[in-house]
């Protein structure tokens, strides 16, 4: 059996590129989206044939998945039927611009079972500022209609934009819930220095209250905080997501896909979608670089993803990984987080408080 239970495909093409993201993109109307198609189907049946798997999530993301041609974007997904397990979640990320009848029953018939809206925001305001061609009556009118079709849906909202107030987000959280939609996701805006908007951006501190806000209003609905950007009703957990925080295996597939044998090896593709064309038509690599993590390195990773997750650390695993007791060899500073309200010990995990996830690189920077 093969070692992934878990794809991730990247779609690097976006109609509009936004200028805050720092992800591979290209634009659609300079893309041969057709040839592209071709080419990951490709690669993803080359992956399948050798590997053989039994996959619990398949995620398209990008750039703008949603606005790839239908009939390839099947072809694509038909590749991967036979290799899903029965609770398989398949998502794809998609704009609200590009959410039209057709395409949503497309996408359910083709075996698509969970959306990512990249919503954003609520506030026209705030939508221009950060570049988005879509407005907030849009962006809800589109979640009622994926959700008919698609009762496990999930929303990005981006905080501490520049220019809105300490509501902001939990008033847009607020109409999201009421719409019924099962899960959220939060996203800290971070900008290089040399972005026009870097100088404008409010404090850690206006950042943090409004996470705060949001988690104590969320898991008063019945939201789960499981991971420091997610929040989920019960049961709507990302599966993929799930996994990476978990220190888990992915492949990868696209252009500048980073993928992780589990162990100490991670790669990431070629990024440009013209050159990964090229390479898959002449049957070459794909693979771009690849790392061999040391064993500190492994550790700290450990440490960021775990210690986001609502289960924390998992510190039998860690012995066994690593071959000494976390709590034992720094005793005293895990002390002092649980003494602190940072953290607590509970069932062999040490997992961070709210207030502690807020500081979890200082925190991992102590226990290295």
């Not at 907030?136 to 107030?165: H, M, Q």
């Not at 819930?177 to 026009?196: C, M, N, Q, R």
């Not at 005793?331 to 979890?360: C, M, P």
Request: a negative charge.
């Amino acid at each position: 059996m093969s070692n992934y239970a878990y794809v991730y495909a990247h779609f690097p093409f976006c109609d509009v590129i936004c200028h805050y993201c720092d992800f591979y993109t290209a634009r659609t109307k300079e893309a041969d989206q057709v040839a592209f198609l071709a080419a990951i189907t490709k690669e993803a049946r080359t992956f399948l044939n050798q590997e053989k798997p039994k996959l619990q999530a398949l995620y398209l993301g990008g750039g703008t998945p949603s606005v790839s041609p239908v009939k390839e974007l099947g072809q694509f997904i038909s590749g991967f039927q036979n290799h899903l397990a029965s609770d398989a979640e398949v998502t794809l990320e998609a704009n609200p611009n590009t959410i039209e009848d057709e395409r949503l029953t497309a996408w359910k018939e083709m075996g698509i079972n969970r959306i990512s809206l990249g919503v954003q925001s609520l506030e026209d305001s705030t939508l221009k500022r950060l570049g988005r061609t879509h407005s907030g009556a849009e962006a809800i009118e589109c979640i009622k209609k994926i959700s008919r079709l698609f009762p496990n849906t999930s929303a990005d909202l981006i905080y501490a934009v520049p220019g809105t107030s300490q509501d902001s987000l939990i008033e847009d959280a607020k109409k999201l819930v009421d719409l019924g939609i099962p899960h959220l996701s939060a996203y800290h805006l971070t900008l290089e220095p040399k972005h026009f908007l870097f100088s404008q951006l409010p404090t850690d501190e206006f950042a943090s209250d409004q996470v705060e806000r949001l988690s104590e209003y969320l898991q008063a609905q019945g939201y789960e905080h499981y991971e420091m950007s997610n929040f989920g009703k019960p049961g709507f957990r990302s599966k993929n997501n799930s996994n990476y925080w978990r220190g888990g295996p992915y492949f990868a597939l696209g252009p500048s896909a980073h993928g992780f044998d589990g162990a100490s090896e991670r790669w990431k593709n070629v990024a440009d979608w013209k050159a990964y064309i090229n390479r898959i038509n002449l049957e070459q690599s794909t693979v771009d670089s690849r790392e061999s993590l040391s064993a500190e390195q492994r550790q700290i990773e450990r440490l960021f993803t775990s210690l986001r997750t609502l289960e924390g650390l998992d510190l039998t695993r860690w012995e066994g990984d690593f071959g000494y007791s976390l709590l034992d060899r720094q005793s005293q500073a895990i002390e002092r987080f649980v003494k602190d309200r940072l953290a607590t010990l509970s069932n062999g995990h040490f997992v961070l408080t709210l207030k502690g996830r807020l500081l979890a690189d200082e925190i991992v920077k102590k226990l290295i």
